[in-house]
C-alpha cells in the first residue's frame, strides 16, 4: 500500500489503521510503502515504469493511470454508501474512492491582526476584502499570506483558486470541460478578470511575497509567526490549529466574491486507488472499501488532517476541535448555498485539467504573486502551455 | 609445424593479448553497454516516437519532437538557463580552486585539514546540499539575518526573485565543486618538478612569471580535468533545481534541460518528447566537451 507522510499524517497513524482495517478483512496483508515526499503521484509513475506499481495507493491522481488501465474501476454498487459517488470520474468512471471534501482554499485569518487594523468583521464581498487589506497595511500588517517555494510550488495556487470560484467556476462549473473541448480559453474575460483581482493584491503590495521561496512547512511556520493577516489554505490547517493553537487567534471565512455570496472550492476524491493488476483485486477493493468505512480510521483521519468524510451518514467526532467545527459549518453552509465550486488546477477527473498542465499552472500562479507577469500575460502563457500539451 | 599459422609469433600473441583483453574487458563492457550504452541507444530512439507513459500505442514521430521543441519558447528558456548555471559554473569554482589550492599547497596539520574542510560539499549529496542552502537563503534565514545586522533594509529574495533564483543555485553549485577542484589543483601543483621552480628562480623568474611560466603550463591537465567536469555538473544540474525552486520561481525561470527533461518524462508523461530533449542535450554535452577537451589538451605539458 502506497501511503505518505505530513506533519498531520505521521507514521504511527498509518500504521494503526492497517492493522485495523486489515484485522477487518482476513486473508490480506499490507506492507506498507511511503512516498518520499507529498508528490505521491509522480513517485506512483517512477513505481509503474518499473512494473511496481502499488496494489492500494492512497491519494494518487488517477488520471493517466485510469486511461492506461492501470486502474481497478469501483462499480455503483461499491460506491452507494458515498456522498457524491461521481466525483473524480474519468470518462464516466471511478477509479479512486471519492472519501474525503477538502475545501481548497479558505481564508484563514489572524483574529488580533484584525482587531489591531479594526477590522470588525470578516469581508463577504470583493470590496470589503480589499478594504480589509487597505486597513491591515495601514496597520503595518501584511494581508496575504501566499506560498509556493522550494519543491511545494502546489502552494501558490491557493489564493488563486479562491478568486476564480467566485469569478469562474460559480457561474460555470464547467469552465474546465469547456477548454478541453475548446470552447473557451483563458483569455476568457471572466477568467482574465479574476486573475486581475490577485495581480491588482501583489501590485496594491498586500501579498507577502517573500512567501513564494518558502517550502509548504515554512509557509504555515511564517504565518504562525504572524508574517501576514490572512492564509489561504485547504481546509487541513484547521485540525492543526486546533492541535497546536498559535498564540494568536484564528478564525475563517470563504472566499469574498462581487456580490457577497461565500464561495468554497473544493475537491472530492483523494481516496485510494486499486491497480487493476493487484495480486487479489477483490480483496484490495475490499481493504480500500473498508478503509473508508471503518469509522475510527475516519475519525482518526478526520482528526489529524480535517477531512470530511463523505461516506453517508458519517458524523466527525464530537470533540474536534474549535476551527475545525468552524470550518466545516463554512462549508455545509456552501453545500447548502449552491456555492462550492470545483478547485482550478486541483480538481481532477472530467472536470479538471491534464495532471500534466498543473506544475506550468503552479509556476505561472507564482509570477501572479510575484507581479512580473499581469492578468494578461498570465492567460495569454496558459493558453500557450496548454496548446504545447495537445 | 613450421610456417603454420598456430605458431606464427605476431598472430599467437595477437590471438594471446585479445583472449587476455577480453577476459579483462567484457564483464565491464558487458555492463557499459547494458547499463550506459543501451539505455543511450534507446533515449535516442524514443526521441522519434509519440510515446506516452499511458497509451498503449506508440507510433513514430519521425522528426516531430524535435522539430516541436525547436519551436517551444520554453525550450529555448531551459537551454539558456542551462548554458549560464554550465558557464558560471565552469568559471568561479576553475579560477578559485586555483587560487585556494595555491594558498594552501603548504605542508602542515592545518593546510591537510582545510584541504578536508574545502572537499567536504563535494561528498555531500546534491540533496542534502539544497536543504541546507534552502534554510540559509530563506527570507528569515541566516544569509539575510546577517545582512540586516550590517545595515540592509531587507535581504534580497535570493530564491523567490525570478532575476536572482539562477545566479543563487549557480551560487550554490560552486560552493560544492569548489573542493573538487582545489583537490585536483593541489594534485597539479604537486606534480610539478621543483626543479623548474629552481631553475627559474635562479633565471631571476619572480612569482608571477614562475606562475605563467613554469606552474600554468605544467597544470594544463588538472585544468582539462576540472573544466570538463564542471562541464558536465553544469549540463546535468537537477536536484538542486528540483529542491530549491522546482524550477521556479515562475515558469521555468531555473529550469535546466535536465529538469526539463524529467518534468516531461516523469510528470508529464510524454516519453518521447522527453527523450527528443534528453537526445539534444546527449549532443549539446558532446559536442561541448569534445571541442573544449580537444583544445585543453593541446596545451597539456607532459616531462
Not at chain 1, 492512497?58 to 460506491?79: K, R
Not at chain 1, 480535517?306 to 461516506?311: A, H, K, L, S
Not at chain 2, 609469433?9 to 564483464?27: I, K, N, V, Y
Not at chain 2, 518521447?272 to 559536442?287: P, Y
Amino acid at each position: 500500500m502506497l501511503t505518505f507522510e505530513t506533519p498531520n499524517l505521521p507514521a504511527s497513524l498509518w500504521d494503526s489503521a492497517i492493522a485495523r482495517v486489515s484485522a477487518k478483512v482476513p486473508g490480506i496483508k499490507i506492507k506498507k510503502l511511503v512516498t518520499p515526499n507529498v508528490d505521491r503521484t509522480t513517485y506512483a509513475k517512477q513505481l509503474a515504469s518499473s512494473g511496481q506499481l502499488p496494489d492500494i495507493m492512497m491519494a494518487v491522481n488517477p488520471q493517466g493511470f485510469a486511461e492506461g488501465g492501470q486502474l481497478a474501476e469501483f462499480t455503483p454498487e461499491e460506491l452507494k454508501d458515498y456522498a457524491y459517488p461521481e466525483s473524480g470520474a474519468i470518462n464516466g468512471k471511478i477509479y479512486q474512492l471519492p472519501t474525503n471534501a477538502q475545501p481548497q482554499s479558505l481564508l484563514y485569518y489572524n483574529k488580533d491582526d484584525f482587531a489591531k487594523a479594526g477590522i470588525g468583521k470578516v469581508p463577504t464581498t470583493w470590496a470589503e476584502f480589499l478594504d480589509a487589506c487597505a486597513k491591515l497595511k495601514t496597520a503595518g500588517i501584511t494581508p496575504i499570506a501566499v506560498g509556493g517555494g522550494g519543491q511545494d510550488t502546489f502552494a501558490s495556487m491557493y489564493a488563486w483558486a479562491g478568486v476564480l470560484a467566485t469569478d469562474v467556476f460559480l457561474q460555470d462549473p464547467d469552465f474546465n470541460k469547456e477548454i478541453k473541448s475548446g470552447a473557451r480559453n483563458f483569455t476568457d474575460p471572466a477568467f482574465v478578470k479574476a486573475t486581475e483581482k490577485i495581480a491588482q493584491l501583489s501590485k496594491l503590495g498586500y501579498l507577502d511575497k517573500e512567501g513564494t521561496s518558502r517550502s509548504y512547512a515554512d509557509h504555515e511556520k511564517a504565518f504562525r509567526a504572524g508574517s501576514a493577516a490572512m492564509y489561504p489554505m485547504g481546509s487541513w490547517f484547521a485540525t492543526s490549529v486546533d492541535n497546536d493553537k498559535p498564540p494568536f487567534g484564528v478564525g475563517v471565512f470563504a472566499w469574498p466574491s462581487d456580490d457577497g455570496k461565500a464561495v468554497v472550492p473544493n475537491l472530492t476524491g483523494g481516496g485510494i486507488s486499486v491497480s487493476a493488476k493487484a495480486e487479489n483485486l477483490d480483496l484490495a477493493k475490499k481493504f480500500a472499501l473498508e478503509w473508508t468505512k471503518d469509522k475510527e480510521t475516519a475519525d482518526a483521519f478526520t482528526k489529524a488532517d480535517g477531512t470530511f468524510n463523505t461516506v453517508a451518514g458519517y458524523k466527525p467526532p464530537a470533540d474536534m476541535g474549535p476551527l475545525f467545527q468552524e470550518t466545516l459549518a463554512v462549508y455545509d453552509k456552501a453545500v447548502k448555498d449552491g456555492t462550492v465550486t470545483p478547485a482550478f488546477s486541483i480538481e481532477q477527473g472530467d472536470n479538471g485539467l491534464p495532471a500534466e498542465f498543473t506544475v506550468p499552472i503552479q509556476q505561472i500562479a507564482v509570477e501572479l504573486l510575484d507581479g512580473t507577469s499581469d492578468a494578461a500575460t498570465v492567460a495569454k502563457k496558459l493558453n500557450d502551455e496548454y496548446a504545447a500539451l495537445q | 609445424m613450421p610456417g603454420s599459422p598456430r605458431h606464427h609469433p605476431l598472430q599467437g600473441g595477437w590471438l594471446r593479448r585479445a583472449r587476455e583483453f577480453s577476459g579483462f574487458a567484457l564483464p565491464g563492457l558487458f555492463l557499459y553497454g547494458v547499463l550506459v550504452l543501451v539505455p543511450i541507444v534507446w533515449t535516442i530512439v524514443l526521441g522519434f516516437t509519440d510515446r506516452t507513459r499511458f497509451e498503449p500505442q506508440t507510433g513514430w514521430a519521425g522528426l516531430g519532437q524535435f522539430s516541436r521543441l525547436f519551436q517551444d519558447d520554453q525550450f529555448w528558456l531551459v537551454l539558456k538557463n542551462t548554458f549560464v548555471v554550465t558557464l558560471i559554473v565552469v568559471i568561479v569554482p576553475n579560477v578559485l580552486g586555483l587560487g585556494i589550492a595555491l594558498l594552501l599547497n603548504r605542508e602542515s596539520l592545518l593546510y591537510r585539514l582545510l584541504r578536508s574542510v574545502f572537499f567536504t560539499p563535494v561528498i555531500l549529496s546534491g540533496i542534502v546540499v539544497s536543504v541546507i542552502w534552502q534554510s540559509l537563503l530563506r527570507p528569515d534565514g541566516v544569509l539575510n539575518a546577517i545582512l540586516v545586522d550590517l545595515g540592509v533594509d531587507s535581504g534580497p529574495r535570493w530564491l523567490s526573485d525570478p532575476d536572482l533564483a539562477l545566479y543563487s543555485i549557480s551560487g550554490i553549485l560552486c560552493w560544492q565543486m569548489l573542493g573538487f577542484c582545489v583537490v585536483v589543483y593541489i594534485a597539479g601543483l604537486n606534480s610539478v618538478p621543483k626543479e623548474l621552480h629552481e631553475a627559474a628562480l635562479m633565471d631571476g623568474a619572480g612569482p608571477l612569471r614562475r606562475f605563467r611560466s613554469v606552474t600554468w603550463p605544467m597544470i594544463a591537465a588538472s585544468v582539462t580535468i576540472n573544466t570538463v567536469m564542471l562541464l558536465i555538473s553544469g549540463f546535468k544540474v537537477y536536484e538542486h533545481i528540483l529542491v530549491l525552486t522546482n524550477g521556479g520561481p515562475g515558469r521555468n525561470a531555473t529550469a535546466s534541460i535536465a529538469f526539463d527533461v524529467i518534468e516531461k518524462g516523469v510528470r508529464g508523461d510524454r516519453i518521447g518528447a522527453a527523450a527528443a530533449e534528453a537526445t539534444i542535450m546527449l549532443a549539446i554535452i558532446v559536442a561541448i566537451t569534445g571541442v573544449v577537451l580537444r583544445l585543453l589538451q593541446r596545451r597539456e605539458v607532459h616531462v
